[in-house]
Each structure stands twice: as C-alpha cells, then as structure tokens.
C-alpha cells in the first residue's frame, strides 16, 4: 500500500512496515508509533481512523522527564528536601501533590506568568492562605525547573507574583488599633 492510501498523518516505516502518526507542533514534526497496525494491502481498519482522530485532537506530547511532575519528583528525591522538617515536609507534600495533580502534565517553559495569576485567583477563591501557601511551592517548583535545565535562568514565571491580602488579617489589626484608641481614649 502506498502512503498516498493511508489517511493524512499516517506514514508507514519502509524498513520494517511499522505505522506512525506524524504531526508538526511548531517548526519540529514528532512521530508516534500507532497501536493500530496492519499489514499493507490490507484496507484501512475502522480503529486506524479513531485513533488518528484521537491524536490530532490531544495536546502536543510532552518529552519525558520535562514535565512539572517530573521536576516534583526529582525535588522529592532531592537532599533539599530531606532536610526540611518533617512538619514542613508533610505541609509540602500536600500542595506539592495538588500541584502535581493540577498541572504535572505541563512543561515549565509552558507556563506562563498570567497563568500563574489565574491560578493563585482561581485557589483564593477557596482559601486565600492556602493559595499563598501553593504559590510558594510553586515557586520553588519552578526554581528546581531551572536547576535541573528545564528553564533558563530568570525563567520562574511565578517569581514576583503578589501573594493574596487576606482581609482577616487586616480587620485582626484593624480592630486592634480600635481596641487600643479605646483603652488609651
């Protein structure tokens, strides 16, 4: 069967019959071998169409061991990790696997700084602190991204992010000061 018979974004290796999926992301063309195979000549499986339609329809592959989850994974592992408190550790772990969950399929370089704005108004919604808490982690995530190469140097889109004014705080004081004009008064 010649590649003209084949649907758009399937090739056949010549060497050895296998079939891939070929798409362009930007000026890089990646193949990914397909489960669906067959045997040239054959026609075209119904199977072959599906997952060529679920291809083109799912995000750009992200290279393994670039992601946020692998960066995570490797700060786990790391000696600056051990040495945190085990309070701290546990506290870590908990937003670290939110984090993980929520954004782990990203690469670094992906992230930009207004999704990093989104995302601390988006969690503040729920709970301001902890969404100060997260963009902490998310922070030093993202300066692991650039020791482990993933980020050039300055490249933290989260650095300089204002954290959430929580307004307990700021009636707390408030009603302090008031508190003490009282007894002064």
Do not use: C
């Amino acid at each position: 069967m010649k590649g003209r018979d084949l649907p758009s974004y399937i090739h056949r290796r010549k060497r050895d019959g296998k079939l891939f999926f070929r798409k362009r992301y930007g000026a890089k063309i990646v193949e990914i071998p397909l489960q669906t195979q067959f045997p040239a000549g054959d026609p075209v499986p119904f199977a072959l169409h599906q997952e060529r339609e679920r291809m083109l329809n799912a995000p750009m592959p992200v290279a393994e061991g670039k992601t946020v989850t692998h960066v995570i994974e490797r700060y786990e592992r790391s000696d600056d990790f051990a040495n945190l408190a085990p309070r701290t550790k546990a506290d870590y772990r908990q937003h670290l696997d939110f984090l993980q969950d929520k954004i782990g399929h990203l690469q670094p370089k992906a992230i930009e700084r207004y999704h990093v704005i989104k995302w601390r108004d988006t969690w503040a919604k729920k709970s301001p602190h902890k969404a100060n808490y997260r963009l902490r982690i998310l922070k030093i995530v993202m300066e692991k991204a650039i020791d482990f190469g993933l980020l050039p140097t300055g490249g933290n889109r989260a650095k300089g992010v204002s954290e959430v004014k929580r307004q307990e705080r700021a009636l707390a004081l408030a009603d302090r000061d008031d508190r003490r004009r009282q007894r002064e008064g």
